[in-house]
């Protein structure tokens, strides 16, 4: 109790502050509120609706209450009389506004070295980094609605910290095929590996592995259309197909373009083992051509200050593997849980590079990584996370030309050792405190201190496995 | 807690049930294979396949069902004996809030023809996610194959105002509707209703077994209510605010929860603010559900001197309560208990 007293106490302290950080700060800020305002006025007007909704619900109950009380007197009679149901159909209009949800999601980051350094080797790669200071991180606005019998919508916009916003997920989703089929389209978040169709508010730890960072950019969203299907089996045997436009890291996006830009497949397994435990593993195949991937400030053979200009264009295939397993006293996750998962990607990629704008030659290397992760709700409403993540930068073959200038082996592996502290109030509220030891970067080690408050409002759609 | 839980296996299956069936198709299996002209190693091998795709298509003709919580797959297979497989999705110690949509749950629904669930919200962190990606149209909502038992029953505790200011509020009242027995009528109509619409072929037998459960259980709420006399205006502490239906049925008054708002953590200051309230309305026990956390009753307990009372909640909540018939035998003789 104490323990909690002095970080609820910390915590209040450190979060309070950015509010007046950014209320001097910016013009988008104001742009923001008043769309919030607006937001606001119209789930005021929704709530009157409801209201309504519910008082006539509750007049056409007060009839139907006795016609109850009168049949549960009369027990002995051997029929019962019907009782209609309690649920009022609302004709307003308003009854059928989509569910809208809002994450507020919040860190403190408190790093020493620049998260613009790459982790070494990936210079080529992305580098999502962290926010340092007080951020806005995470924050979304999530709408959902069935569109009929056959489709449902969602929309998820990501509220980005420094104004703006983008669009997350914009979807269309059909699962009344039948015969197991599901099918979507739009903007989605790939199904490959485990961790990638997740939300961030639902993350274990404040940021993804460095293998999600370096090699899919944190996360990987797709415009296209992706099919799965179910097996009648029962084992959980899913399989599914995705092609898109390749719109994010490592696709360079085949915008106006006819035909694909990136294909995926994946598949799943997963059951219980007794009512304990249950799993669920998978494998991914992600596969894009890149044409004219640019990266600055790529370390070379000569030294050059700030790196130089690199371009890549050729074949990139990504292999994956994931696995989760969770264990819950009694199969009451409520109360306590344990849960272990990992994922290996691997990225073989082939093709030309073009060295500081001037010198192409043949290049082709192997990048992989891998992280393992284990969280443990050791009493309700609080947990402890562990995360161990390393990355290998492959030996590239680079081609005659450019073999005095790009960097083939860097004899070094990056690796980071996270743990976490998070407590939820309710199921609605989460606080977490995260410390990392990042050795990502040769030379650079890291210690990095991340506090987060995560808060859903609003509809709270279910959570996948 | 070494109570053994039937947890995610299907109710005992009677002996008439299903695998009757099965050994008939056998039967008639066997006597066409006697039949064929075709013989030799090779035959035998094709007659396995096709055996195993024949009872296979036969798991489909029977009315699958995938029971969201022990009491419903309970009350199906009393409403559909042999004609149902049923697959319980959860079992009586977990907390069916927080149930997660693991992928053997989502595998299951999949071959569904009927989902018989509590609705209220109950399922809501979960249910839509096993829905959607099983890919099966026919338990979709909205569907002939999506029952929801709340559905047929007056709802209790709606929220005049919906805040999540007051916790864990379900804006379709209090889903925890299987604690007062009187419910199962309402709902075992609506349900073999559901069966009659899904099998037509069967409805004189569905018929028949509601009128026998009907018969059965009009004549053991006689007995309940009788053995229930004593619990009369009694007033209860609850661990959590899963017992309106309860109360409403036996008369029992609710004191005070030991959730401040339900779904939170207790504090020590406000716990200590239900022992005052304890001095001036005293209470015989604190109640709570088998699947709870037995940590908070007991520390009021013990202080209070009061009798923490776990009750079964649901079928396998307890040793006891292996039917419907037990769930209820069970919770009143705990009550009773409680009262000395």
New interface residues.
């Given amino acids: 109790?104490f323990k909690k007293t002095i970080l609820s106490v910390a915590l209040t302290t450190l979060l309070s502050q950015p509010f007046y950080t950014f209320a001097a700060e910016s013009s988008d800020l104001q742009a923001l509120r008043s769309e919030m305002a607006q937001l606001k006025l119209q789930y005021q007007q929704l709530?009157k609706r409801?209201?309504q909704a519910?008082v006539n619900?509750?007049q056409a109950?007060a009839g139907?209450?006795q016609a109850?009380v009168a049949?549960?007197q009369a027990?002995?009679?051997?029929?019962?009389q019907?009782?209609p149901?309690?649920?009022p159909a609302a004709s307003s209009e308003g009854a059928f506004n989509p569910a809208m949800s809002l994450i507020l999601a919040g860190t403190y980051g408190q790093v020493k070295q620049s998260p613009a350094i790459p982790a070494t080797g990936f210079a080529m790669n992305s580098n999502p980094g962290h926010q340092q200071g007080f951020n806005l991180g995470e924050s979304e606005l999530g709408i959902t609605a069935?569109i009929d019998?056959q489709f449902?919508g969602v929309a998820t916009m990501a509220l980005a910290p420094a104004g703006g916003i983008t669009v997350e997920n914009a979807f269309v989703?059909n699962?009344?095929?039948?015969?197991?089929?599901?099918l979507k389209f739009g903007r989605f978040f790939s199904g490959l590996g485990y961790l990638n169709e997740q939300h961030a508010h639902a993350w274990d730890f404040v940021d993804q592995p460095l293998v999600y960072a370096t090699l899919w950019n944190n996360q990987i969203g797709e415009d296209g259309v992706q099919l799965?299907?179910?097996?009648?089996?029962?084992?959980?045997?899913?399989l599914g197909g995705e092609i898109g436009r390749g719109r994010s890291f490592p696709a360079t996006d085949r915008q106006n373009r006819n035909g694909t830009g990136a294909g995926t497949i994946f598949a799943?397994?997963?059951?219980?083992i007794?009512?304990e435990h249950?799993?669920?593993a998978g494998a991914s195949l992600y596969d894009t051509k890149r044409v004219n991937a640019a990266s600055a400030g790529v370390p070379d053979l000569l030294g050059t200050v700030g790196g130089v200009n690199t371009q890549f264009s050729g074949d990139s295939r990504t292999m994956g593997l994931d696995f989760v397993w969770?264990y819950s006293p009694?199969?009451?996750?409520?109360?306590r849980y344990f849960k272990v998962q990992g994922e290996y990607f691997s990225r073989r990629e082939t093709g030309m590079l073009t060295y500081n704008a001037a010198v192409t030659d043949t290049f082709s290397n192997t990048q992989s990584g891998w992280y393992l992760q284990s969280v443990y709700q050791f009493m309700?409403?609080w947990r402890a996370g562990m995360r161990y993540d390393q990355l290998n930068p492959g030996t590239a073959t680079v081609g005659v030309l450019n073999a005095g200038n790009v960097i083939s082996n860097y004899a070094f592996k990056p690796t980071r050792t996270s743990v976490m502290l998070d407590y939820s109030?309710?199921?609605?509220s989460r606080l977490r405190l995260q410390l990392a030891n990042d050795q990502s970067r040769q030379g650079l080690t890291d210690n990095q201190l991340f506090i987060q408050y995560i808060m859903s409002l609003g509809a709270h759609?279910?959570?996948?496995? | 807690m070494a109570r053994i839980s039937i947890s995610s296996l299907p109710p005992s299956p009677s002996p008439t049930s299903g695998r009757g069936e099965f050994n008939g198709i056998v039967y008639k299996m066997k006597h066409q294979i006697q039949h064929t002209e075709f013989k030799g190693k090779i035959m035998k091998k094709i007659v396995a396949v096709l055996f195993l795709l024949f009872t296979h298509t036969t798991a489909h003709a029977e009315v699958n069902v995938f029971a969201c919580e022990p009491e419903w797959a309970a009350l199906t297979q009393l409403l559909a004996g042999k004609q149902a497989t049923i697959y319980t999705a959860t079992g009586a110690l977990q907390d069916p809030h927080r149930v997660e949509a693991r992928p053997s749950l989502i595998a299951k629904a999949r071959r569904a023809n009927l989902v018989v669930c509590t609705g209220a919200e109950l399922e809501v962190a979960w249910l839509p996610v096993i829905l959607r990606e099983s890919g099966n149209s026919a338990v979709q909502v909205g569907s002939a194959g999506y029952f929801l038992a709340a559905q047929s029953v007056k709802m209790l505790d709606v929220p005049t105002h919906l805040d999540r200011a007051n916790g864990d509020v379900h804006a379709g009242g209090n889903p925890h509707i299987q604690t007062d027995a009187r419910n199962f009528l309402p709902i075992a109509d609506a349900l073999s209703k559901r069966l009659v619409q899904l099998d037509p072929a069967n409805s004189a037998y569905y018929q028949q077994q509601l009128a026998t459960f009907n018969q059965q259980w009009h004549a053991a709420l006689v007995k309940w209510e009788k053995q229930a006399a004593p619990l009369q205006g009694v007033s209860i502490l609850v661990q959590h605010d899963g017992f309106p239906y309860l109360n409403q049925w036996l008369g029992m008054k609710q004191i005070a929860s030991l959730e401040p708002k339900p779904g939170m953590e207790p504090s020590a200051s406000y716990l200590n603010s239900v022992l005052t309230t304890l001095q001036q309305h005293p209470v015989k026990m604190v109640i709570r559900a088998a699947y709870q956390d037995a940590r908070p009753s007991e520390w009021i307990a013990e202080r209070a001197h009061l009798h923490a009372v776990a009750l079964p909640y649901t079928v396998g909540g307890s040793d006891k309560a292996i039917d419907l018939f037990s769930l209820f035998d069970d919770t009143l003789a705990q009550l009773l208990a409680g009262l000395k």
Avoid at chain 1, 175 to 182: E, I, R, T, V
């Fill in positions: 109790m709530e409801l209201q519910e619900a509750q109950q139907s209450q109850v049949s549960q027990v002995e009679v051997a029929r019962t019907t009782v149901s309690s649920s069935n019998p449902r989703q699962s009344g095929l039948g015969n197991g089929l599901n799965k299907w179910l097996a009648p089996t029962d084992m959980f045997i899913e799943h397994i997963g059951d219980d007794g009512f249950s799993w669920r969770k009694n199969g009451n996750t409520a109360n309700p409403h109030p309710s199921e609605f759609g279910a959570h996948q496995y």
